[in-house]
């Protein structure tokens, strides 16, 4: 990565803590509702692989932890927390919440909540792709323990079978929900998984931004130019629980401690201090800077904006009426 | 007006659209290269190959999930479960991302897919193939539900679907495929919305959808030659929305009415439908709304339990004459 793209992840590695953090705080003052899954500690696996991949041409799409990746595909964070307040401003005009994020004009298409989900749904956005003949790919964001579910195999299988340009990406941090990867998977690997599919794959340190950036540009060369589908795991943790009702009572504090230690946001910034390109002066300015555009823009605007109209229920159920005219009566030209 | 089979309607619907839209693409178990186990997609993989004409591996959420997703970006896909039964392990995708896609998303994205299936008991196909689900498909928001009871509105109806920006659920019967009737020559679009009159009568409304509007147009013969009852038959095709104004005209006119689905009676369309005469003319009724239905058993192998657990033409003869006082 160069030096000038190190300093300017590692700003939006700071917004994208600080937001979540944020959140943490607004749902505890009850700003936001429902469930809210956040990222903390996974940073680096969303960051390196779209440093690689191209935000807002490329297709992405995740599951419910999903603020970060939309944010960085291109998403107003201001629309982001709007949307967690549950406000007509937010990405999803409030409709969505916080486990579904979308920006479909960067082409962040969706955080969605059943877990395993969206594997096919990308599989299928590739199969779009290759049928209307773009260079974009697909990349498909999801947690280990998505892979246990049927949707992992069938759409592997469908992937390899027709190649299909879609790269998943595996942010394996060892605990579904609550429930440790050797407690619920018995291949605690999850690239070797695909080999029953043949599907190439990869393993790497999720927390170290350049490794997850080298290993994710070999992954996306290979799904751009043609060869079909490509399975990245990435080993990382999150801080916080699985949800906001999680009390994380299945790990222990020195396991957290331990993994707190190799901070994807700590050790991007100490490589640029030793290479003398920021200061710790400048690190802390930096978060200050950044919890100030968070207080006064984004939930500033999240505060100030309006409620979605009561009226307005049962809006985006169906197509507007209107425009579907011709087949709803069959009075068609 | 050519007269062609159920199947021949439907695969003539596909034709066309994928003629004129290279984004129409069609997706299922045996679709192609065996032609499908109903010759609705027959010919089709041959003229557009094996990028448009997908034989799917069996694994009905993955490659329904596929569909959606193609459907995001523009594609339209017109799935084929090939049995409803099986269709109970798409639904997560049918329900869970189609039918939930625009509105979780504030109206910015949408999957204008099209899902085709044939349900209902053929002839002894036991428990885990003979399902009706009608009733599951017609219960979600966001989902548009057509059943057609002939060619002309297997075809149109299809056709309307792809055009249509909403996910549409096609429920077609196992015993329809080659039930012959007239289709336009020309390019017709039936209707996603309302009803239709199959049979004008003034004494009793029978009301049907896909097989059992034939049960009731057959019956409406018996009750006019053999007891001077005039029964109007009104053809749901559209079960989601289901047509109130239809539903209220009829039987504003008639003043009774006999629901006859191939389903099993609890939370079903013969609920609805009564539910809805309730909410929109209960003062107009001179007897109780009666549903015929099939028996609530899985259904049995057996020859004659399968045939005691599906209703037919009789049975909604029995209802109205019960209903008149004459049985």
Redesign the interface.
């Known amino acids: 990565m160069k030096i000038e793209d190190k300093k300017r992840v590692l700003r939006e590695m700071v917004l994208h803590r600080r937001f979540e953090e944020r959140c943490y705080q607004a749902y505890i003052e009850r700003k936001i509702g429902g469930f809210l899954h956040l990222y903390p500690g996974q940073e680096a696996c969303c960051n390196g692989v779209m440093e690689a991949a191209r935000p807002g041409h490329d297709?992405v799409?995740t599951g419910y932890r999903d603020h970060v990746h939309a944010i960085k595909c291109g998403a107003d964070p201001k629309e982001v927390m709007a949307e967690l307040y549950g406000k007509e401003t937010?990405?999803?005009?409030?409709?969505?919440?916080s486990m579904?994020i979308?920006?479909?004009?960067h082409r962040f298409?969706?955080g969605?909540a059943?877990v395993g989900?969206p594997?096919?749904?990308?599989?299928?956005?590739?199969?779009?792709?290759?049928?209307?003949g773009g260079d974009e790919i697909?990349i498909c964001f999801l947690g280990d323990a998505a892979n246990n579910q049927?949707?992992f195999h069938?759409?592997m299988?469908?992937a390899a079978?027709?190649k299909l340009p879609v790269l998943f990406v595996c942010e394996n941090n060892l605990y579904g929900i609550g429930t440790a990867i050797d407690r619920s998977t018995a291949v605690v690997h999850q690239h070797k998984r695909v080999a029953a599919y043949n599907i190439p794959a990869d393993e790497c340190d999720g927390q170290d931004i350049e490794v997850v950036y080298e290993h994710a540009r070999k992954a996306v060369d290979h799904v751009r130019s043609g060869k079909g589908p490509y399975f990245l795991e990435l080993l990382t943790y999150r801080y916080r629980g699985h949800s906001m009702s999680d009390s994380r009572g299945y790990r222990s504090r020195e396991e957290e401690e331990m993994w707190k230690q190799r901070d994807p946001i700590f050790i991007l910034r100490d490589r640029l201090i030793a290479a003398g390109e920021m200061t710790m002066a400048d690190y802390e300015a930096l978060e200050k800077e950044t919890d100030a555009y968070i207080e006064n823009e984004v939930i500033r605007f999240a505060e100030e904006s309006p409620e979605p109209r009561v009226e307005d229920l049962e809006?985006?159920?169906?197509?507007e009426r209107e425009?579907?005219l011709?087949?709803?009566?069959?009075?068609?030209a | 007006m050519a007269q062609i089979m159920y199947w021949e309607a439907i695969q003539r619907a596909h034709d066309e659209e994928m003629a004129r839209d290279p984004l129409v693409i069609c997706m299922g178990e045996d679709i192609g290269v065996a032609g499908g186990t109903y010759k609705a997609t027959k010919g089709l993989y041959e003229k557009y190959g094996p990028l448009r004409v997908m034989d799917t591996p069996i694994s009905e959420n993955g490659f329904t999930g596929l569909a959606v997703g193609a459907s995001f970006l523009g594609v339209r896909p017109i799935v084929e479960i090939m049995s409803v039964n099986f269709a109970w392990l798409a639904m997560d995708q049918m329900f869970n991302s189609a039918a939930k896609v625009r509105y979780m998303s504030g109206g910015q994205l949408a999957a204008p897919c099209v899902f085709r299936s044939a349900g209902g008991a053929a002839h002894q196909l036991g428990a885990q193939h003979s399902a009706r689900m009608e009733k599951v498909f017609m219960g979600i928001a966001g989902l548009r539900v057509v059943t057609p009871s002939n060619p002309k509105q297997a075809y149109g109806l299809l056709k309307s679907a792809v055009r249509c920006d909403d996910p549409v659920f096609i429920n077609e019967h196992e015993l329809m495929y080659n039930m012959k009737g007239e289709v336009p020559d020309g390019e017709y679009f039936h209707p996603l919305e309302g009803s239709e009159i199959a049979r004008s009568g003034t004494d009793v409304t029978l009301f049907g959808y896909n097989i059992s509007v034939h049960w009731c147009l057959k019956a409406a013969e018996i009750l006019d030659k053999q007891y001077g009852i005039s029964a109007e038959v009104v053809d749901l095709y559209s079960l989601s929305p289901l047509d109130r104004d239809g539903i209220r005209k009829s039987v504003s006119k008639t003043h009774r009415a006999v629901i006859a689905e191939e389903d099993e009676a609890p939370v079903g369309v013969g609920s609805e439908v009564i539910a809805i005469i309730n909410e929109e003319c209960f003062f107009e009724l001179d007897a109780a709304p009666v549903r015929v239905h099939s028996a609530l058993v899985p259904q049995p192998y057996n020859h004659t339990l399968e045939k005691a657990a599906i209703p037919d033409h009789e049975d909604v003869v029995k209802a109205v004459l019960k209903m008149f006082g004459k049985a």
């Open positions: 297709y799409i937010g990405s999803s005009k409030g409709r969505g919440g579904h979308f920006d479909v004009a298409m969706g969605y059943l989900g594997f096919p749904l990308a599989a299928g956005m590739a199969k779009a792709i290759q049928l209307k697909a049927g949707t069938e759409t299988n469908m079978l027709w809006k985006y159920v169906l197509a425009t579907q011709p087949w709803l009566t069959g009075k068609a």
